[in-house]
Structures are given as C-alpha cells and as structure tokens.
C-alpha cells in the first residue's frame, strides 16, 4: 500500500475545501489482500486514506454517471481516463464539474496468477503487498510484470490522456506492440471455428450480470437483461441465455467500448470478455477510424454518418 504523495493530498484537499468538489473517488486500502477498494471522500481531514499502487484495479469512472450534475473528482488509469472521455462525448459527465487525477499505470495485479506462481488458492493468501516492482506474498517476493492481468501486459494506454494533475513519470508506449493480436489469432480461424471458440468461452458464464455492473459504459437505467416486457433473457445458464446476453452486449458497446478490461477483470468465471470486445473496437478503428475514449469532441461512428463509411455490410 502506497499513500499518495503530500502534493496530491493538498490538491484534493484544497479542491474540497474550496467548493470546486463535492466528493473525491479514488482508492484506499481494502480488507482483501492485492485488492483496494474505491474511497470515496468528502471531508479534507479524509485525503490521509487515499492510496496508490498496483492493487487499484476497479475503473472508477463506473460511478461517474451516478453523480451526473455533481462537481465530482475522480482518479483515473490510462484505460480508466478513456472511460471518462467516453461518458463526457455521452453527456453522461461534464469535463468542467470534474477534477482530474491522473495516474501512469504498469498494469494491475492479478491475484489468480499470484495464488498460482504460489501454488495455492486466492483465499489463502494472508499478507501481501505491493513495493515498487515486486509483489510481496507471504514472505516471497515476485516479479510485478509477471503476475499483472494479460490485458495489462497487452496494454498500449499506460498514460492517462485526460487529467488535471498528474501523478508518476510517464510510462514510455511500445510501438511496436499489436494490441489486438489475440484478435487476428481468432479471425485467422474459419466461421465454424470461431462460433466454436465463442461457445466454449462463454459456456462458463452464469449470467451473474458482473461484467455489465463494472462496464463503465452500461449505465442504461434499465438493462435489457432487466427488462419484463417483454422479457428478451432469462437469468439461467442455459446456452441461449448466455449467448444472447453476452452477443447483444458487446455489440451494445459496439464503437463504444474504450477496451479497459474491467469487464473481463470482474468476470468470476474467468470469461475473456475482451476477445469479443477487443474485435470490434479493432473493426472500428480499421474502417472508421475511430478509437472510443480518446477526443472528447469526437462524434462516434454509430452516431454520425460520411459520404466515405464503410458499407459493405448492406446487402443489396
């Protein structure tokens, strides 16, 4: 656990203090061992619980629509702050109501592949903590860049793009990483192989609906899923229920998906949800250009229309 340095805290501080604030959402130390918890502060004398390290793992911006109209500060990963872009371009925040912390992020830990560098069961893990490049796990130490999420060894948005202050040294992005080389491993598959490779993915899903509740994106005030008239998804594990449910909401995220992974991440089944996701953001930028969370002004692609689009999809 790391607290935030004392130039940060001020500036929180004096943002609540101030009025420019009302609330603060950012990390504090949980009761689980690697994960933190969101913090949400709303007195000055509270900023001495706000933490930062590699156990910040949730996508704050989640809560953002939920105090729309409010004067909120938030802190944001990279991915995170593209979330934030995506709901300010939906009207769903207002750049000049927040106060911006942006953190660069290596990536996040992954408790499961920690519990099995150790040969033991998430749960059994007692004392750990994060110190600079190590994971410290019952007495043994392990590498950080070795047990962060898969998403995050793939990332290509460590820095945030969207901040007021900023707190780390910039992480330095690779250009030569493909981002959606899990992508063109699928696409390389014929259409039989590929519906295959989705069933079996998704046949582990219980419909426990984490996925939707991380998404910052999936804010309707009614889900689908939710919906009784009609009724288009019964809550079963029944193969057409969980496929319905997953297909209709990747492509509800369709050209709006910002590819932070909180989905996947959430997912207790282990469902790599960013398989499905990360195609159709690849499809999005190679034919429209357009990669979501990055130009707040930005009209995306679902809501706009050139003379130029894509559109062989029609059929005549």
């Known amino acids: 656990m790391s607290t935030l340095e004392q130039g940060i805290q001020k500036?929180?501080?004096d943002w609540l203090r101030s009025g420019e604030i009302e609330l603060f959402i950012g990390y504090e130390a949980g009761t689980v061992p690697l994960q933190a918890t969101p913090a949400f502060i709303r007195r000055p004398e509270d900023v001495g619980r706000l933490i930062w390290d590699a156990t910040c793992e949730n996508n704050l911006a989640v809560f953002l629509p939920r105090y729309k109209g409010k004067k909120v500060g938030i802190m944001v990963k990279g991915c995170d702050?593209?979330?934030v872009?995506?709901?300010?371009?939906?009207?769903?925040a207002v750049r000049e109501d927040l106060r911006i912390v942006g953190v660069s992020c290596p990536g996040v830990v992954d408790p499961k592949k920690?519990?099995?560098r150790l040969g033991v069961a998430v749960e059994d893990i007692e004392e750990a903590k994060v110190e600079g490049s190590q994971?410290?796990?019952d007495g043994q130490s392990l590498p950080l860049e070795e047990v962060i999420y898969d998403l995050c060894q793939a990332c290509d948005r460590h820095n945030p793009i969207i901040f007021d202050v900023h707190?780390?040294?910039?992480?330095?992005?690779?250009p030569e990483r493909d981002p959606f080389a899990h992508v063109r491993e699928i696409e390389a598959l014929s259409p039989e192989e590929r519906w295959e490779r989705f069933r079996q993915e998704v046949e582990r899903c219980n419909l426990c609906y984490?996925?939707?509740?991380?998404c910052p994106l999936c804010y309707c005030n009614i889900c689908f899923v939710d919906r009784t008239m009609p009724r288009w998804v019964y809550q079963t594990t029944r193969p057409e229920d969980v496929q319905f449910f997953q297909i209709m909401r990747t492509f509800h995220l369709a050209g709006r998906c910002v590819g932070c992974g909180a989905c996947t991440r959430a997912c207790p089944q282990g469902v790599n949800?960013?398989?499905?996701?990360?195609k159709l953001r690849k499809d999005t930028l190679e034919l429209f250009g357009y990669d979501a969370g990055v130009d707040p002004e930005a009209k995306p692609p679902l809501t706009t229309y050139r003379e130029d689009d894509y559109n062989d999809f029609i059929m005549g």
């Open 11 to 13: 500036q929180i501080a």
């Open 81 to 83: 702050a593209r979330a």
């Open 85 to 92: 872009v995506g709901l300010i371009q939906e009207r769903q």
């Open 114 to 116: 920690v519990a099995e």
């Open 135 to 137: 994971v410290l796990v």
């Open 167 to 174: 707190l780390g040294e910039e992480i330095p992005e690779d």
């Open 210 to 214: 984490a996925c939707r509740n991380a």
């Open 273 to 278: 949800l960013r398989l499905f996701l990360d």
